[in-house]
């Protein structure tokens, strides 16, 4: 359970990224520097916690 949660949480990491990326190519009026900041703050959230329920994930199987 825990590691599909971790899945999930790469991918969306993964779609904030491409958003992120995308809304700068299209030009919007966003801020630059906020779209970065919060796509990848969001987007470092998103991969460290799923590494986080990973590493758990693996302690479990060890013990």
């Known amino acids: 359970m825990k590691s599909e949660v971790g899945k ?3 991918d969306l990491g993964k779609l904030v990224f491409a958003g992120v990326v995308l809304a ?7 801020s ?3 779209l970065l900041s ?7 959230m998103a991969i460290a916690i799923e590494l986080y329920i990973l590493w758990l994930d693996k302690i479990k199987i060890k013990q």
């Not at 700068?24 to 966003?30: A, Y």
């Not at 919060?38 to 470092?44: D, E, L, M, Q, R």
């Open 8 to 10: 999930i949480l790469i």
């Open 32 to 34: 630059p520097w906020l």
């Open 38 to 44: 919060v796509g990848g703050s969001v987007t470092a």
């Open 24 to 30: 700068g190519f299209m030009k919007e009026n966003v």
